[in-house]
């Protein structure tokens, strides 16, 4: 069973700067996707930015220009480097995997099925 655990969340004021990490379990050697989602209180989750195993990425909208995603194969592990972060940021963020063929680009929590526990991010203004 294939585990993932996030870090690097904490409090941070805007305009501030915080850089997650993720790591996996297990080397992934075949077609793989792998995305950072986030869930504000009272909000559904939501997808962030997502990686396949090309390094091709995909970024949300509301997040584009200020987050990037990358990945080091070596050391098994997805970061989320966030920048110019705001109040409306404020959320439990999220690693997710999955191997299914088609996953690239994907940003819908239905398409991921290894999940990681979360760490929660909070803004401040």
């Known amino acids: 069973q294939v585990q993932l655990m996030e870090s690097g969340g904490g409090s941070v004021q805007a305009g501030g700067s915080l850089r997650l990490s993720c790591v996996v379990s297990e080397n992934i050697y075949s077609n793989y996707c792998m995305g950072w989602f986030r869930q504000a209180p009272g909000m559904e989750r939501e997808g962030v930015a997502s990686?396949?195993?090309?390094?091709?990425?995909v970024i949300a909208d509301s997040v584009k220009g200020r987050f990037t995603i990358s990945q080091d194969n070596d050391k098994n592990t997805l970061y989320l480097q966030m920048n110019s972060l705001k109040p409306e940021d404020t959320a439990v963020y999220y690693c997710?995997?999955?191997?299914?063929?088609?996953?690239?680009?994907?940003?819908?929590?239905?398409?991921?099925?290894?999940w990681g526990q979360g760490t929660q991010v909070t803004v401040s203004s």
């Open positions: 997710a995997l999955t191997s299914w063929f088609g996953c690239s680009g994907s940003l819908l929590i239905n398409d991921y099925n290894y």
């Open positions: 990686i396949d195993s090309h390094g091709r990425t």
